[in-house]
């Protein structure tokens, strides 16, 4: 039997289902969380500037952040979910797979996603479906699985 998974994910949660088959949810088969991506900016400690002095004279001036922080945890989360899902793999969990999430975590998955797991993967969906519902989640799905 072919098993579908489908992960939906945020930048502090993923979601992982199981395809049950047509009319029926997903079942839910874990999550995965990451406070640091409901932290705000601040909180993370981000956009720490520095000071540069003038060339000439006593003049001070912020200097633009090296790193952004949030991205920064998106990324580690998207390497977080990525190893997951490439165990899972190696494990033979699933033999097919459907990734929604926002724009920018998307990104990073299909970064970080190992190729053995990138075969298997049937669409990458930039859509933020992380506050839809459990039960509810499987109605995104109708154009890419027999919900």
């Known amino acids: 039997m072919n098993k579908k998974w489908i992960v939906v994910a945020d930048s502090s ?8 088959g047509p009319g029926k949810p997903f ?17 993370l400690g981000e956009n720490q500037t520095g000071e540069t002095f003038d060339r000439f004279g006593h003049g001070r001036h912020k200097t633009e952040p090296v790193v952004d922080v949030k991205e920064e945890e998106n990324k580690r ?3 977080e979910i990525a190893d997951y899902l ?11 797979l459907y990734i929604a999430s ?11 996603i190992d190729s053995n797991t ?25 154009d890419y699985l027999n919900v």
């Open 118 to 142: 990138n075969k298997v993967v049937q669409a990458w969906i930039s859509k933020n479906l992380a506050n839809i519902e459990d039960r509810e989640i499987h109605e995104h799905f109708k």
């Open 13 to 20: 949660k993923a979601r992982i289902f199981e395809y049950q």
């Open 86 to 96: 490439k165990q899972a793999k190696l494990n033979n969990q699933f033999d097919s």
């Open 27 to 43: 079942k839910l088969i874990n999550k995965l969380e990451h406070p640091e991506g409901r932290l705000k900016p601040g909180e």
């Open 102 to 112: 926002g724009p920018s975590l998307l990104g990073y998955l299909k970064d970080k």
């Open 77 to 79: 989360f998207a390497i």
